[in-house]
């Protein structure tokens, strides 16, 4: 069983270049999260999705975009990397807010922005 | 404004020794509180959701307990396999994302 899965792991970019990151589920969850960890501040929340189709912002949306086109797919794009969004990036999923709300997280991607 | 903080940022136990670590919260509605687990270079892991004052849960040496501004997940009798960062984070009724703290480094020295 293979959870969330992210690719890439590792990735370098010059401030300018555009990159997508994917995020794969298994799990069959609605709810799907892309989530930043920066050294000295919490998970902040990008944008998330309720369920295939849907998109909405989380607290730091700007600069990215994204994308669920697929119920086990959630894309996260950067049109035009600045240094300001290197930064760890983690993919998670959830079957539920509230009562059984709980995220798998994928184990992150290294992002350097040049 | 929805807030957590975690303290302390470090703290380095020797083996056998028991601890708590400390997460305040300031949501205006909690739909939970949640503690997760982070290896170095992993994603977190999932380890409780407390949703009211008064109530605990426990798995193996950890133990979660929650009241009206704070939880706190104390370490009874740790074991080097404890070593991890510990996340603490807040749901608000009013909000769809959690509000993470910067979490707890714990290092446990055999």
């Known amino acids: 069983n293979a959870g969330v899965t992210q690719t890439p792991k590792f990735r370098v970019l010059k401030t300018g270049q555009s990159m997508t990151l994917l995020c794969a589920q298994d799990?069959?969850?609605?709810?799907m999260y892309w989530y930043r960890q920066d050294p000295g501040m919490g998970l902040r929340l990008i944008h998330y999705?309720?369920?295939?189709?849907?998109?909405a912002k989380g607290e730091v949306p700007d600069g990215y975009n994204v994308s669920r086109l697929k119920k086990q797919n959630f894309l996260l794009g950067l049109e035009s990397a600045a240094p300001s969004q290197t930064s760890v990036y983690f993919c998670a999923s959830s079957y539920a807010r509230g009562r059984d709300e709980k995220l798998f997280f994928g184990s992150g991607t290294q992002l350097s922005v040049l | 404004e929805d807030q957590v903080t975690q303290s302390p940022e470090a703290l380095r136990l020797q083996e056998g020794e028991s601890s708590s670590l400390n997460c305040s919260y300031t949501?205006?509605?909690?739909?939970?509180l949640f503690w997760y687990r982070q290896d170095p270079g992993k994603g977190p892991e999932f380890l409780f959701t407390?949703?009211?004052a008064g109530e605990e849960k426990e798995k193996e040496r950890l133990k979660a307990t929650l009241t009206k501004k704070e939880s706190f997940l104390h370490i009874t009798a740790p074991k080097p396999e404890d070593s991890a960062t510990y996340l603490c984070?807040?749901?608000?009724?009013?909000?769809?994302?959690?509000?993470f703290g910067t979490g707890t480094r714990l290092t446990v020295i055999p």
């Open positions: 984070a807040a749901g608000d009724t009013g909000a769809n994302n959690l509000f």
């Open positions: 799990m069959n969850h609605e709810y």
């Open positions: 999705s309720v369920g295939e189709g849907t998109t």
């Open positions: 407390l949703y009211s």
């Open positions: 949501v205006s509605g909690l739909r939970g």
